[in-house]
């Protein structure tokens, strides 16, 4: 698919990292930062939770693809993105099309600890969120995956460390990519 941005896309389940790494990213490099589940926070004026209780999780679903098609003039952004955004298939396109896609990826046990820290997430509020979270990553894995053209394993390093190795991907990726004529 031919790309049209230099956007550095943060993808991936939460508890990867995506937002602190994109703060951390967007203070390294100097780009602007967006992130579609503050856009759509902003817009509704209520948190994430509130949208899903009051609105319902498919009008949630909705504003986060029409966040996404706001940010077409962003091409040398941060974008950070909500771990649900790989399920819409128009998604996926349009954030290849942003630029780099990074899968920000851990595995399970390390998900599980820093999910637990801050239990906010509507998702996983569930009588048995350590099955939740198995089943989701279950079926999203493969999904981050086919969406990004880079993955980096957060598991065990910093914020910091994670940023490194996203700038030195990009650089590699970049110079190996061969783009499609068109
Ligand atoms: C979701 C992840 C959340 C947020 C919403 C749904 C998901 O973002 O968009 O709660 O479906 O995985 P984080 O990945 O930043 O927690």
Redesign the pocket.
Known sequence: MKKHGHAIVLI?????G??SVGRTLARMTGRRRFD??EMVATRFGLT?SQI?EKRGEER?RDA?SEALEELSGEADAII?T???IV?RQANTARLRELGTVIFLSADEETLFQRISRRPT???LQTTDPRATLKE?LRTRLPLYRAAADVEVDTSGLTHDEVARKVLERIDEDERTRVEPEG
């Open positions: 991936g389940f939460m508890g990867a995506k937002s579609t589940d994430i899903f949630f986060e950070v909500g771990g649900g399920m997430r509507p998702l989701l």
